[in-house]
């Protein structure tokens, strides 16, 4: 299996938005996240294998209660809380894919409110993680939605 390290021009970047209200998005949380030896794979049945595979796009993520630091051979949330397919996928340049999700108001409330401090994103049948990134704990609650934007770039 290649490994992200011997792919070194692969970066992501993540963008948590907290929706009040009044439906103006607060910006929670803005970082760097880890590409995980998972996205190898998922690339190579997406892009380089000369046609697309069944099941290998990204279009999962998951959400959970883990605190441990991402590591490029993550293989899944440390505590994973809920797992559902995104919104959707945009090429936003030649080079940066981006994938958009939504955690309704509904969704991951066990705990009301349930500290939500890690994220990831997964392959179509949610099987193969591709990136991971853990932050300051947010609090979620039945009254909070929250959007994100997960950024991809291979150059």
Known sequence: MIDVASFPNVSGHFKLFQTNMNSSDILCVDKKNTIVNGFMEVAARTIWSGA????YGISQFGVGTGSTATNVADTSLEASVLTKTGDGGTQISPTTFRINGTLLADEANDGDPTLITEMGLFSVTGTIMVARVVF????????????????????
Not at 137 to 146: G, H, L, N, W, Y
């Open 52 to 55: 697309q595979q069944t099941g």
């Open 136 to 155: 300051e704990a947010q609090d979620k609650s039945a009254a909070i939605t929250f959007r994100f934007e997960w950024d991809i770039t291979v150059t």
